[in-house]
C-alpha cells in the first residue's frame, strides 16, 4: 500500500467581495482535496486534523474523489463559523469541529469508513462524537456516540523503503532519537509545525533554505556548529515521506503512540517565533492580538471514524446548575442581528435569542465550568449586516457572576479589519490563559535590571534564530 501526500487549496474567509453571511458556517475557509480511490491516503489539513482513508472509501468518477472540508478546532474559528455548542438547549465543551463533503457537482460516495483525528492539547474524559444537522445556516448537534479507541497505523511497504533510505541517507549524521552530528529525527514534522512543504524543502537542500532566511532552519544550523547538511535534490517528495514514516514508525515503536516532550520542544529552536514576539512586545503595542495556538502545543488527538458526509462535532455535554440568565441589550437592534457569548477558556459558545426587544441567554451555565464566585472571563460580540460594506460590530469583554449579567452595547459600523480583530482576541484569550504562560509575560514580572537582562537574553536568542535587523541590536534602543 501507498500513503499519498495531497496539496491542500485554502480559500481565505470574509473576503471582500464575499456574498456569505457573516458568522455561519458558509463563512468558513473551504479546503479541497483529491483522493486517489485506489491508494491509502494521509492527509493533514490546515489546522492540524488528519485524515486516514485506506483505498477504496470512495467511489467516485476516474477513482478520483475531489472532497470540500472545513475545520473549526479553535473557538475563534467556531465564532466566524457562527458555530455553537449546544445540542438542543444543552451546553457542550468542544474539542473541534470538521465538515466533510463532496466538492460542488462531484458524485462522491463514502463505501466504508474512514478515520479522523483532531488535534488538542489536552484530552478531556467523557468526549463524544456529535453529528451536524444544518439548518438556515445554523447547525445543531445531535445523536452523541462514544469515541473511537487510538487507531492503529497502516502497515505499508513505504516503512520498509523509507528504512532502506534512511540507512543510505540519515543515519550517519542522525539517530531516530540519538542527538548524533545533527539532530535526532524523530518528532521532526511536529517541530516543523507540520509544514510538510517546509520540511521536504530543508531535507532535500538545507542550504536553500537557510540563505533563504527560514529562522528555524538558521537556529537549526547555528546550534549545530554550522556543520553544512548534505543536499539531496535526487530524493522526490514520495522517497522524503517514506523516510519520515519509517522514523514516525521506528519512535512509536520505542514510545508508544505519544511523543515524549523532549522531542516536541526539545530547543530554543522551537521558540523562535515565541522570543520574537517576546521582543516585539517590549517595544510596541502589548494590546494587539497574539498569535494562536499552534500545532506544536497539539501535542494529543481525539480520534474516530465516519461513514457519512455531514457536520462532526466532539463534545462533551457539561453538567448544568441553576444560574441566572444573561440579558444583552443592544442599541441599536437591527433585523437578523446575531448574538453570542464566546468562553474561551472552555471552549464554550452560545447564542442570545430575542425577547421583548433584548437579548437572554437561558443557557444555565454549566456546573463546575464556570466559576460564578471568582468570576470567569467571557466575551459578548453581536454583529448585523452580511456584507463588509453594511457591516455593524458590538464587542465587549466582561465577568460571569452570580448576578447581574446585564450587559449593554452599543453597535457600531465597522469594518472586515475590526471583526478580525475580534477573532484574534478571543483566540488570544483561549490559548494564553491555559496553554502556556509567554516568554515575555514571566519578564514582565521582573524588576528593571532583571528585564534588561532577560533582552540582551533574548538578543542573543535572536541572533541563533536570524532574526536579529540593525534596528534590533544593542545600542540602538
Excluded at 206 to 222: E, M, R
Excluded at 432 to 457: G, V
Amino acid at each position: 500500500m501507498k500513503y499519498l501526500v495531497l496539496l491542500i487549496a485554502c480559500l481565505p474567509v470574509l473576503s471582500c467581495n464575499t456574498s456569505h453571511p457573516i458568522l455561519s458556517p458558509s463563512s468558513l475557509p473551504q479546503q479541497y482535496i483529491a483522493v486517489n480511490t485506489e491508494k491509502d491516503t494521509v492527509v493533514t489539513l490546515q489546522f492540524g486534523t488528519r485524515l486516514t482513508i485506506a483505498a477504496h472509501t470512495f467511489s467516485a468518477k476516474n477513482n478520483v474523489a475531489k472532497i470540500v472540508i472545513k475545520e473549526a478546532i479553535t473557538l475563534d474559528q467556531m465564532l466566524r463559523g457562527g458555530l455553537v455548542t449546544k445540542s438542543g438547549n444543552h451546553v457542550l465543551q468542544s474539542g473541534g469541529m470538521i465538515q466533510i463533503m463532496p466538492a460542488n457537482g462531484e458524485d462522491v460516495k463514502i463505501v466504508k469508513p474512514f478515520n479522523i483525528e483532531i488535534p488538542t492539547p489536552q484530552v478531556r474524559e467523557g468526549m463524544q462524537l456529535y453529528k451536524g444537522v444544518e439548518k438556515d445556516d445554523r447547525v445543531d448537534w445531535v445523536n452523541p456516540v462514544p469515541l473511537d479507541t487510538p487507531v492503529s497505523p497502516l502497515v505499508e511497504p513505504q516503512v520498509v523503503q523509507g528504512a532502506v533510505l534512511y540507512q543510505q541517507n540519515c543515519a550517519v549524521c542522525h539517530g531516530i532519537d540519538k542527538k548524533l552530528t545533527g539532530p535526532p529525527l524523530y518528532g521532526s514534522m511536529e517541530r516543523w509545525a507540520h509544514d510538510t512543504a517546509s520540511l521536504y524543502r530543508f531535507t532535500r537542500n538545507a542550504s536553500k533554505v537557510i540563505a533563504a532566511g527560514d529562522a528555524y532552519a538558521t537556529c537549526l544550523f547555528t546550534g549545530y556548529n554550522k556543520a553544512a547538511m548534505t543536499s539531496f535534490d535526487s530524493l522526490s517528495n514520495e522517497e522524503i515521506k517514506a523516510i519520515y514514516r519509517y522514523i514516525d514508525e521506528k519512535g512509536k515503536a520505542i514510545y508508544g503512540t505519544a511523543i515524549p516532550n523532549a522531542f516536541l520542544r526539545k530547543s530554543d529552536c522551537d521558540k523562535c517565533d515565541e522570543y520574537m514576539q517576546a521582543y516585539q512586545q517590549i517595544f510596541t503595542d502589548t494590546t494587539q492580538p497574539k498569535q494562536a495556538i499552534s500545532s506544536k502545543e497539539m501535542k494529543q488527538a481525539y480520534r474516530f471514524h465516519v461513514i457519512d458526509f455531514a457536520w462532526y462535532n466532539v463534545d462533551v455535554q457539561l453538567p448544568l446548575e441553576n444560574a441566572p440568565p444573561i440579558f444583552v441589550n443592544l442599541h441599536p437592534n437591527p433585523p437578523g442581528t446575531k448574538l453570542y457569548i464566546a468562553i474561551p477558556q472552555h471552549n464554550i459558545l452560545i447564542d442570545g435569542q430575542e425577547e421583548n426587544g433584548a437579548f437572554k441567554l437561558y443557557a444555565n451555565m454549566p456546573s463546575g465550568v464556570v466559576d460564578f464566585k471568582n468570576g470567569t472571563l467571557a466575551y459578548v460580540i453581536a454583529v448585523a449586516g452580511n456584507q463588509p460594506t453594511s457591516l455593524q460590530l458590538a464587542f465587549q469583554s466582561f465577568t460571569l457572576l452570580q448576578s447581574d449579567n446585564n450587559l449593554t452595547l452599543e453597535l457600531k459600523p465597522a469594518t472586515d479589519h475590526d471583526l478580525q480583530a475580534c477573532f484574534e482576541t478571543v483566540k488570544h484569550s483561549g490559548f494564553t490563559q491555559h496553554h502556556f504562560q509567554t516568554y515575555f509575560e514571566k519578564l514582565k514580572k521582573s524588576n528593571r535590571d532583571s528585564l534588561e537582562t532577560a533582552i540582551k537574553d533574548l538578543r542573543v536568542k535572536l541572533e541563533r534564530c536570524g532574526q536579529i535587523t540593525d534596528a534590533l541590536r544593542p545600542g540602538t534602543l
